[in-house]
């Protein structure tokens, strides 16, 4: 047994009893995409929506996955025409958006400095903004704390001294969280327009407040960029790197938009699996007694070393539980180049195929009680038998998120840093709702009751 036999069932939208038409289903995910799901979504290995000009295609199964992601990733590389709509205002031609030589080219700049061998070298920041972190909290307990707001920032100050060094100033990494929540709040997701088939001059593009709300957010990295005096290895990488026949490989505006591209997806993946894992240990005080009992396990007094966080079997699986229950990033959406055939379904040049991770960790045939919140389920032995491809919080194939090793060990160092300092509880009659627009986050932010434990 993985769990007790009741374990907690934390907030989701109830599914829809009947199957939405594609454009009514579309319509509904412009604002959150997660309530727009039916029951059968989650029992489903393939969903097809067809419309006027193109077909979407979810695949819902580990063998559907692999064939997009992996075995046909060629066909498959290039972002979908929402998605780079989306998030071009903030991270232009970034790592993120662009594909083929490009991609290949930046993507062999980017990765080398975040590879797993290298990140003890940022332990020492994942300490700094956590302990920081944690001396706002210990003059706001007891009381109620947003805290996804405050892992927002605190996940921004890493990568900006992870960029910029000690002399970005903290309150920049509130500025850029706060920019980039009220951009999401503006940008449009879903491209309706692209997909009914209107002319280019009808589709695309942003309103003027997401726009400006952009134009600011880059201002804010462009002055901090412009700001570095002495480049710290992760930014010199970047900017040092050379094409064999001379010349940088990241100059200019490129530079900016990968900078921009690194803030963000680096801060946002973690500030909300951090979130969403820390709601869940104050909702199951069963799971916040085991993880605190792993935490014993350390030297007082001080933040755990890497080796020591590295260790930490339990909090790393309630963070994978979180990712589970709650991915960051609920949506990898391509387009495909050429044509293919996915079961019995012809895909098209143009057309857009996704996996879900909001659905495919919650398939009701490939995990055990899906919706419950059951960390033991990636403890070691455990998850050596759950299948592959089944579980993707940092994407896969060759466009897997270059910074997941980056994330993970920064999650466990906040974690084991408040959780020996702070018991957060959920406010009496209060519940998140999950709401899923570019990246999954609770509606309205996670406001949590802290509470000082005393040293630890």
């Not at 455990?382 to 090793?405: D, E, H, M, N, S």
Request: glycine content about 6%; some cysteine; proline content about 9%.
């Amino acid at each position: 047994m993985l769990a007790a036999a009741d374990p907690l069932i934390p907030p989701m939208p109830v599914p829809r009893k009947r199957v939405s038409t594609a454009l009514l289903a579309l319509w509904q995910a412009r604002g959150d995409i997660l309530p727009a799901f039916s029951e059968e979504a989650y029992e489903r290995q393939v969903i097809a929506l067809r419309l006027p000009a193109h077909r979407m295609l979810i695949a819902n199964h580990p063998e559907v996955v692999r064939h997009v992601f992996i075995a046909r990733q060629d066909n498959y590389q290039r972002k979908s025409w929402f998605m780079e709509q989306a998030l071009a205002p903030v991270v232009g031609d970034s790592l993120f958006i662009n594909h083929g030589e490009v991609w290949a080219e930046r993507r062999a700049v980017v990765a080398p400095p975040l590879h797993p061998a290298r990140i003890g070298g940022f332990h020492p920041l994942f300490v700094q903004a956590a302990e920081e972190l944690a001396e706002d909290l210990a003059h706001a307990a007891p009381g109620r704390v947003d805290l996804a707001a405050a892992f927002a920032a605190a996940t921004a100050r890493v990568m900006m001294l992870a960029l910029f060094g000690a002399p970005a100033p903290r309150e920049d990494a509130a500025a850029l969280a706060t920019a980039f929540t009220a951009y999401q709040a503006a940008a449009e997701s879903v491209d309706l327009r692209y997909m009914l088939g209107l002319p280019n001059w009808l589709r695309g593009g942003q309103s003027r407040t997401a726009r400006n709300r952009a134009g600011a957010l880059r201002a804010l990295i462009a002055r901090n960029l412009a700001a570095v005096a002495e480049a710290p290895p992760l930014l010199a990488a970047l900017r040092d790197a050379q094409r064999a026949e001379g010349g940088a490989v990241l100059q200019g505006e490129a530079l900016v938009n990968e900078v921009a591209m690194m803030l963000l997806a680096g801060s946002e993946t973690a500030a909300n699996a951090m979130t969403w894992a820390t709601y869940l240990l104050a909702a199951d005080p069963t799971s916040a007694a085991a993880l605190e009992a792993e935490l014993a396990t350390l030297p007082p007094g001080r933040a755990p070393d890497a080796d020591q966080a590295s260790g930490l079997a339990f909090t790393r699986a309630v963070l994978q539980e979180a990712m589970r229950l709650y991915p960051p990033v609920a949506i990898l959406s391509r387009q495909a180049r050429a044509a293919d055939q996915i079961r019995r379904w012809t895909i098209r040049p143009g057309d857009t195929v996704m996996a879900i991770p909001w659905l495919l960790h919650r398939h009701t045939a490939l995990w055990d009680r899906p919706h419950a919140f059951i960390p033991a389920r990636f403890l070691p032995e455990a998850a050596r038998r759950q299948p592959k491809f089944t579980y993707i919080p940092f994407g896969l194939g060759p466009r897997v998120c270059a910074g997941a090793a980056f994330g993970m060990a920064e999650m466990t160092v906040f974690l084991a840093v408040l959780m020996r300092r702070f018991r957060f509880r959920v406010p009496q009659g209060w519940a998140p709702v999950p709401h899923c627009r570019l990246t999954l986050r609770p509606r309205d932010g996670m406001p949590l009751e802290v509470e000082c434990r005393g040293p630890a």
